[in-house]
């Protein structure tokens, strides 16, 4: 498995930007699909985004199209989350998370290693 760690994390504006950063351990970055959640307070961990690990792919929750990006570099052995057009409801711990294979899923039981979260509060 993968060690995971995001940074990147903090406090902004409405409207305002962020990009998350989560570093992947290990020499097989490549072959894991990688994908963003989060959770806010009293709610379940949800699906964000997620990219194929050729990174030919990518999917996005219907809250976050047209706003959010993800990304990734096989090279750095890292997969970002540029967000734009920040929203108070975006306001979550945001968790990046790995599973050996090809294609993307959407469910958090699936994943096979998790980071530790980063806080993103969105003012209004």
């Known amino acids: 498995q993968v060690q995971l760690v995001e940074s990147g994390g903090g406090l902004v504006q409405a409207g305002g930007s962020l990009t998350l950063s989560c570093a992947a351990s290990?020499?097989?970055?490549?072959?894991?699909?990688m994908a963003w959640f989060r959770q806010a307070p009293g709610k379940e961990r949800e699906f964000v985004a997620g990219?194929?690990?050729?990174?030919?792919?990518?999917y996005y929750a219907d809250s976050v199209k047209g706003r959010f990006t993800i990304s990734r570099d096989n090279a750095k052995n890292t997969v970002y989350l540029q967000m734009n057009s920040l929203k108070p409801e975006d306001t979550a711990v945001y968790y990046c998370?790995?599973?050996?294979?090809?294609?993307?899923?959407?469910?958090?039981?699936?994943?096979?290693?998790w980071g530790q979260g980063t806080q993103v509060t969105v003012s209004s």
């Open positions: 998370a790995a599973r050996r294979g090809l294609g993307v899923v959407s469910a958090p039981s699936l994943m096979d290693s």
């Open positions: 290990g020499r097989t970055f490549s072959a894991y699909a």
């Open positions: 990219i194929w690990r050729s990174a030919s792919s990518a």
